[in-house]
């Protein structure tokens, strides 16, 4: 069978790019390994950013979800955590949505629309002539173009190396409709609200000096939100900007999106903003082949400059927060930090003079504070 686009993964980037296609007239087929709905290792927190870019790209969508009006900072201080600062803002922080549903709702969307999806695991991409060959357990298709959305291993379908990685642990609490986020050294701990749940889980910083266990981080969530926890390991990618490169310049047609491209922010470990934002763009850059002699992937590569400046200023931001982590800890008690944050929440940051300027002039944010 042949297609103009084969789309590799059903999660938030191969969903975003698949529907941009149908929204633009271009054959495809979706193909997942997985039936829908099915559960997926994430927090399920949605930034402003996210929620935008969603009503963008599914404009026809109302995401359920918790809103969280309040997050609270703390910091493990003598083997307790201690609370810094509550940010208090008038417009939603972020949003707590439960992946099963969502990446579902995204797919109905899709195949309400005349899209078209296959539940077949992909075994291998390669190139054929000026196109690819796609073959799964089952099926062998041919294709003009492929975007590869298939998670944090995607580019070992075409014998790519993938992303550096961590391990993320998640699980479910009891709901306390309280968003909480833990400083720790080197990482962070989480809880997003739910209607029935509390998401909860923690990461470490691509360069922590003394990697925890998945046992080790496991016991520091159970003990930091005082609940016996059933948690599960989620690999999540680490950013690396010549690694976007080289995997989007592999093959003219071949596309990188999501965390198969290892577009995570590092800082604070966000990625479904950056996941719907490249399978559109991925999906723009195909239609959009030729223009100006410009390739699809160079095209691709150009549309990604905006997320990428955001990543690598991100990760800028984290090394110099975590070099004297409770100095800066400190500062968030501060109200501009707390608009900072949440303007860094809501688009793509240009450069950090630009952001803290916009903050002087942001209202509708202000901080709790704890000072002992």
Known sequence: MH???????????????????LREGVEFTLLDSR?????????????????????????????????????????ISDGAVKHLVTLVSKKPIFTTVNRREFD????????????????SRVREVNRSGDGFVVRTEDLEYTADYVIIAAGVFGAKLLGQEPPCYTIASHGYSSPTASASVIFIQDGYLWSFPGESYDSVGGGT??????LPSFDEMSTRIKKCFDEELILNGTPVPLFNSDLVLKLNNAETGLLFTGDSAGLIDNWIGAGIDFALDSGRQAAL????????GKTANERYLERLFPIARHLQIADAFRKKFNANLDEKLDLLKGRTAGKLLINYLSGYVKDPYRLTLKSLFTSGVKSRSTHN
């Open 104 to 119: 579902n709702t995204l797919l109905e969307s899709v195949i309400e629309r005349g899209g078209e999806f296959v539940s």
């Open 205 to 210: 910083y691509p360069d922590c000096r003394l």
């Open 3 to 21: 297609k103009k686009v084969i789309v590799v993964g059903a999660g938030p980037a191969g969903l975003a790019a698949s529907r941009t296609l």
């Open 35 to 75: 039936s829908f709905p099915r559960e997926k290792g994430c927090g399920g927190g949605l930034t402003p950013r996210a929620r935008r870019t969603i009503s963008q790209i599914f404009p026809e969508l109302e995401i359920d979800g918790f809103e969280s009006f309040e997050l609270a900072l703390s910091k």
């Open 285 to 292: 850059s195909i239609v959009e082949d030729g223009y100006k």
